[in-house]
């Protein structure tokens, strides 16, 4: 499945053309800034919110290693915003909140995330979550509450999840990772060249390894082995 993300980020300017063009022609991402926060809007492809997450995460490294992803952003909005991005009224979003106009639904409106001033806000992926039971959200889904939870955590630590959960999967576009847990190395380093998925047409894959045991362990991490691998597209 495909899931948008918006990272907030900081180690580049968001006006910096070159970046902007990389991502743009690589990810097909982009940079922007909101109340003095950049941002990093992409789209990735995973199993689950989480996976795309990782994926995104991996190729925004490769394409702008400059960049660092702090946390997800939230998306907060109000009853003006929903109703803008649905192109419905405030009114008919009034509606919604209150219970008293949402056709056969059964299912509630989402809990209220917060108030600011006198204004009741949400979190966006909750809202889009309910719309698309209406057929009027976005049709590529945000993380949810607990996913969010989950990427934050993935994004403060990064490095020791790189070492001990590495991945195979194909990265946003063209970044792969390797997730074998029974990898026996005979020696210290090697290189390989292998052929990929249609994506990719070929895939240089460096491979430095901590420990020579065939029994690797990927719960405790003994004997891991650290892999960099780049995609190289046709």
Known sequence: MLYDFT???????????EVA???TEELDASLARGAGVD?????????SAVDAAQ???RSVQYVAPQIRLLYVDRDLVGISEI????????????????????GTISIPFPKV???????????WAEVNSWLRI???GDPIPSPRRHEITDIDFLIRHKD????????????????YLERDHQLGLPTAGSNAITAHSEAVASVFISISATSTDANLNPETGTGWVVTQVLGIPS
């Open 7 to 17: 990272f907030v980020i900081e180690g580049v300017d968001p006006g910096d053309e």
């Open 21 to 23: 063009t990389a991502l």
């Open 39 to 47: 941002l990093l809007l992409i789209t990735a492809e995973g199993l």
């Open 55 to 57: 994926n995104a995460m």
């Open 83 to 102: 109703a803008e991005r649905t192109g419905r009224s405030r009114q008919n979003v009034t509606q919604w909140v209150n219970g008293e106009r949402r």
């Open 113 to 123: 995330e917060g108030v600011v001033g006198r204004a009741r806000i949400w979190l």
């Open 134 to 136: 209406l057929d009027l």
């Open 160 to 175: 020791w999840l790189t070492r001990k959960y590495p991945t195979t999967d194909a990265v946003w576009p063209f970044v």
